[in-house]
């Protein structure tokens, strides 16, 4: 230990635990908003897609060899919602951890709650919001299960995107001096990879003219409220449950001072 | 990297190649979670259809494309 002396900084494990209860805690509240305002518009979505498969199986008057037990019911698919955004809050916190152990020193602010809590804005804003306006989600009977591919493709191809928008608002802001240049430059950085980005990738519209417009929005909603929580959760508990792993203040170290 | 900047008490250890293998693996295995309960269907959960299924909802609303 060539740093002074005092208890050393909090290992790899300890913080990636952290992680991943907050992790938890978040997907189980996600899971929660989605339940209560989500569900039922997957209901009614779901109402919609069987009365369309019906009136199809009427028309070519098909006997009933379709209408088997579903792997899973409705009510198995409400408590799964739990099991999906407790696993994707749990993973999400892991990868959140990562980043902060890795990154923490990178970010210039003394402030660990700060840290962490822009480490989860930046992936709210990279893998939720700039997303959520090129490919808004959809609920059932909308979208066509032959692009499925090319969709996920361009899903993953937009996370990506997002996330480089993020980073590149950071380089872009760190090569100015002063504050209201560093503004305008992060702002152009970001504009520059997100509008190219959107420009490269294929539009999707699968709605059909059918499909009512206000359930689509009620659901796109509920979708972003969704991942809002989760991301906002996310980051208050990681940054919370940080503050135990901290020495008493009576023992100030600080970090290794590095020169170029 | 720029100039020397001092900020606040150590809040995280020192990056060593074996953290960083050590992350990498971690992020891998979170990576793997996330593609359970986002894209797979019975190939890596050997649960057939069951997951999938049962993780239906999630999907849609974590904004995820279903179908
Ligand atoms: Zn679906």
Redesign the pocket.
């Known amino acids: 230990m060539s740093l002074s002396e005092g208890s050393p900084a909090p290992t790899y494990g300890a913080l990636l635990l952290r992680g991943l209860i907050a992790g938890l805690i978040a997907g189980l509240l996600a899971g929660l908003f989605a339940f209560t305002f989500g569900e039922p518009k997957v209901d009614a979505a779901i109402a919609i897609e069987e009365a369309a498969s019906a009136q199809a199986q009427a028309a070519t008057e098909q006997t009933s060899a379709a209408e088997e037990e579903p792997l899973v019911s409705r009510d198995g698919q409400k408590g799964g919602l739990f099991l999906a955004t407790g696993l994707y809050g749990i993973a999400l916190g892991g990868i959140l951890a990562t980043a902060y152990t890795l990154l923490r020193r990178r970010l210039r602010t003394p402030s660990d709650t700060r840290a962490a809590l822009s480490l989860a804005g930046a992936a709210l804003l990279g893998v939720v919001l700039i997303p959520y306006v090129k490919y808004p989600p959809n609920?059932?009977a909308v979208?066509d299960p032959d692009t499925i591919n090319q969709r996920t493709i361009s899903y993953l191809a937009i996370l990506v995107i997002g996330l480089v928008a993020v980073w590149a608002a950071v380089v872009a802001k760190r090569t100015q001096p002063t504050e209201w240049r560093q503004a305008a430059a992060a702002v152009v950085g970001f504009l520059v990879v997100v509008v190219v980005g959107y420009a490269l990738l294929p539009n999707v519209n699968e709605v059909p003219e059918t499909f009512p417009p206000d359930l689509l929005w009620s659901f796109r909603l509920a979708s972003l409220g969704t991942q809002v929580v989760m991301w906002t959760v996310l980051g208050v508990a990681f940054a919370a449950l940080l503050s135990s792993t901290r020495r008493p203040a009576s023992q100030p170290e600080r970090q290794p001072v590095t020169t170029a | 990297m720029p100039k020397a900047t001092t900020v606040g008490p150590l809040s995280t250890p020192a990056v060593s190649p074996r953290l960083l293998w050590t992350a990498l693996v971690v992020v891998a295995l979170m990576l793997l979670i996330t593609y359970l309960v986002a894209f797979d269907q019975g190939a890596v959960s050997r649960s057939g259809m069951y997951l999938h299924e049962l993780m239906?909802?999630g999907?849609?609303l974590l904004g995820v494309p279903?179908?």
């Open positions: 609920p059932p979208g | 239906h909802d999907r849609h279903c179908h």
